[in-house]
Each structure stands twice: as C-alpha cells, then as structure tokens.
Nanobody, 122 residues
Framework: QVHMVESGGGLVQSGGSLRLSCAAS????????MGWFRQAPGKEREFIAA????????YYADSVKGRFTISRDNAKDTVYLQMNSLKPEDTAVYYC???????????????WGQGTQVTVSS
C-alpha cells in the first residue's frame, strides 16, 4: 500500500498564504519526482506542480505559476507547496503523488491520500 498524507490546508482570505506538506512513504518518495494535484467540487483533478527527484527542476501549471512554489526535503520524505497570493479559484482539495512524464504531470500511483482542503474567501 502507498502512503501519502497531506496537511496544512485551511481557510484563508484572498491574497493570503498557506504552506502544504505531503509526507510519503520511503518507497513512494524515492521513486523519483513528486507532484501536487487539486480537485474542486464537480471538477476533474488537475496537475498543479512537480519537482524532480533531486529538487533541481520544477514544473507548474499556468494557473499557479509565479504564485506557488514546490520544494522537497528528502531526509524527511516530505514535499511542500508554498502558496502565495491565493485566489478563490484556488479553493480545492489538494493531493500529492509521485509523478512522471516529460513535464512530470502524470500521477504514478492509482491510490490517493485523503487530501487537504484549501478554502480561499473573497
């Protein structure tokens, strides 16, 4: 079983900031790149950010580029998502997963964690 635990979500005003954390199993984390996804009610889950195994390269969806920053701490098997200048459109449940592909935008595992809710008020 793959274990991924997301945390750090909450309620924040438009323009505010949040920092999400994703604790993954050693096997999941060491597989390579890690990424963040989000899903709003009634919408499909979408890719938002990824980081390579060594943290040397990052990738972002256009909707969050310049506002979100992904990072990782390999010693803690944890990936982070710093979210600044939050907008109501960012409201969603946020999930992490190992990722692959040319831009590391495809989830590797079929099982997802519980996610963490981010709500941005206007």
């Amino acid at each position: 079983q793959v274990h991924m635990v997301e945390s750090g979500g909450g309620l924040v005003q438009s323009g505010g900031s949040l920092r999400l954390s994703c604790a993954a199993s050693g096997r999941t984390f060491s597989s390579g790149a890690m990424g963040w996804f989000r899903q709003a009610p009634g919408k499909e889950r979408e890719f938002i950010a990824a980081i390579t195994k060594d943290g040397g390269s990052t990738y972002y969806a256009d909707s969050v580029k310049g506002r979100f920053t992904i990072s990782r701490d390999n010693a803690k098997d944890t990936v982070y998502l710093q979210m600044n200048s939050l907008k109501p459109e960012d409201t969603a449940v946020y999930y992490c997963n190992a990722v692959y592909g040319g831009t590391y935008s495809y989830p590797l595992f079929d099982s997802w964690g519980q996610g963490t809710q981010v709500t941005v008020s206007s």
